[in-house]
């Protein structure tokens, strides 16, 4: 199983960046996709994570500035990110759990913000 992100760049403090994760078609039961992140300095942690019902969460440091959503049975996950700031500059990953296959995780993709 391979992961694709896309949609990172470089922002200004404020901005909005809309990130995209596209698997390649060969999960067999996917029941959850998230996004992870990790900061310099810091270790890889939760963003949000959307399951297959349609159930979300949030890290708290993203409550109300960054919205998770896609497909998770067509292996499809965005997020949309607003109110970017230099403590959101990382690199992003997406991750998608399969009941068969396990856990994968893409390659990342890097976001920055400038104050």
């Known amino acids: 199983v391979q992961l694709a992100e896309s949609g990172g760049g470089k922002v200004q403090a404020g901005g909005s960046l809309r990130l995209s994760c596209e698997g390649d078609?060969?999960?067999?039961?996917?029941?959850?996709m998230g996004w992870y992140r990790q900061t310099p300095g810091n270790q890889r942690e939760l963003v949000a994570t959307?399951?297959?019902?349609?159930?979300?969460t949030y890290a708290d440091f993203v409550k109300g500035r960054f919205i998770i959503s896609g497909d998770v049975g067509q292996g499809t996950l965005y997020l949309q990110m607003s109110g970017l700031n230099s403590d959101d500059t990382g690199v992003y990953f997406c991750?998608?759990?399969?009941?068969?296959?396990?856990?994968?995780w893409g390659q990342g993709t890097q976001v920055t913000v400038s104050s």
């Open positions: 959307l399951s297959r019902i349609g159930t979300t």
């Open positions: 078609g060969t999960l067999f039961m996917a029941t959850r």
């Open positions: 991750t998608v759990d399969d009941l068969l296959s396990g856990t994968f």
